[in-house]
């Protein structure tokens, strides 16, 4: 009997000096609280609007447009409306000398009157063989006798009104290699017809209401 309660007290001194050890432990963990994190998330860009409507109300594209829907654009027939930025002349050649050949008659179009980039300019080509038939085309003009073409031979009338600064509405086929030779990635334009809507500075022949001045 005695030793039963000796091991019973026994027991419960070493429960007691455990707790303790327990308590003495628990009493000098120290807890450290993290600070709050704050991902750094990029803000939401802004994309800023096309630079260019892709159409204007007449249904005729931008220049940014033809190429924007270049998938159903390429190799049909369309139309354009832009300015007249830069206007090919052949080089002269000095009498006795041999030059280069020159290049078959173009221009360039673009979305703005100023713009100075050229992969957002279009050539449009085509619409003439040589100089010499645009400059012929100008003067039969001036003088008040435009060329007739012979309809019934498929001839077109030579453009005479082409000049940088006109703002141009013209039909051609969209393509990346034109009949004439020249090819772009972004393509070219091959005349068929137009209309100037606004003659810029110096036009080669002056519209009818100035003419009549």
Do not use: W
């Not at 963990?29 to 704050?38: F, K, S, W, Y």
């Amino acid at each position: 009997m005695n030793r039963t309660i000796r091991m019973i007290c026994a027991t419960a001194m070493c429960g007691l000096t455990l707790a303790g050890c327990k308590n003495d432990q628990a009493s000098d963990l120290q807890i450290e609280v993290l600070p709050e994190v704050h991902p750094a998330v990029p803000a939401v860009p802004t994309i800023p609007p096309p630079p260019y409507p892709v159409r204007y109300q007449d249904n005729t594209y931008s220049v940014y447009g033809a190429r924007k829907r270049v998938h159903s654009t390429m190799d049909t027939e369309i139309e354009v409306t832009g300015y007249i930025v830069q206007v090919y002349t052949p080089p002269e050649c000095p009498e006795g000398t041999v030059c280069a050949p020159a290049r078959a008659p173009h221009l360039f179009i673009a979305d703005s009157a100023t713009e100075a980039d050229p992969f957002k300019r279009l050539r449009l080509v085509g619409y003439a063989d040589n100089q010499t038939a645009i400059d012929e085309a100008v003067e039969a003009a001036r003088r008040g006798h435009p060329i007739q073409p012979n309809a019934e031979e498929g001839e077109r009338a030579v453009p005479y009104d082409f000049n940088v600064g006109g703002k141009i509405k013209v039909r051609g086929r969209f393509t990346r290699v034109s009949a004439t030779g020249f090819s772009e990635p972004d393509g070219v334009l091959e005349y068929a017809s137009h209309a100037m809507l606004e003659p810029g500075p110096n036009p080669p022949v002056p519209p009818p209401a100035a003419a009549a001045h």
